[in-house]
């Protein structure tokens, strides 16, 4: 991955093998607005979560769309758009359906609370496809991102967070391609 700086303010980030095409193998990012989390997925593959700049007092009503844009160091991966997220974690979780290509955990980040949904995607005729979602309480450690999938008997399930009687619930929902 190569980082080109810019007195613009702006930046390109491009695949090292194809720096002229900036189109298909890269992105634009504007430094004045925007800034990027990078995330290690593996060891050969990251991910780049490029997010609006956050504004002073801002609790999701002071920006017209908060969508993020999650680009790929491996380049057979499609973006993934998000909508209704200030920031992402994510875990590859390997080959749950047989297709020969991992599937992906994504939690989106928001202003507030330890209450989020976590979501799994799967690589469908070049495009992310959300497989299975529900809640996630991620304040605790007992299942980070990465231990949110699970084998079962019959394949496997994704572990999702609930609140009954006050008391925090995990839950197996079975995972179906």
Known sequence: MLLIACNNN?????NAANTADTTKNGFTVDYGKQEVDTVVLSTTDSAFVVKNK???DDMGDKQKDYTIQVYFTNLSWPKLSFKNAIGADLALTGDL???HLPELLFRPEWFSSCWSTVNLFSLKNHTWKMIKNGS???CSDQYPLSKRVVKT?????????SLTDDKFITLKKTIKF
Do not use: W
């Open 10 to 14: 702006k930046q390109t980030v491009n």
């Open 54 to 56: 956050a504004i002073k």
């Open 97 to 99: 359906d047989g297709d």
């Open 136 to 138: 996630m309480y991620f």
């Open 153 to 161: 008997d019959t394949g496997y399930g994704l572990l999702t967070d």
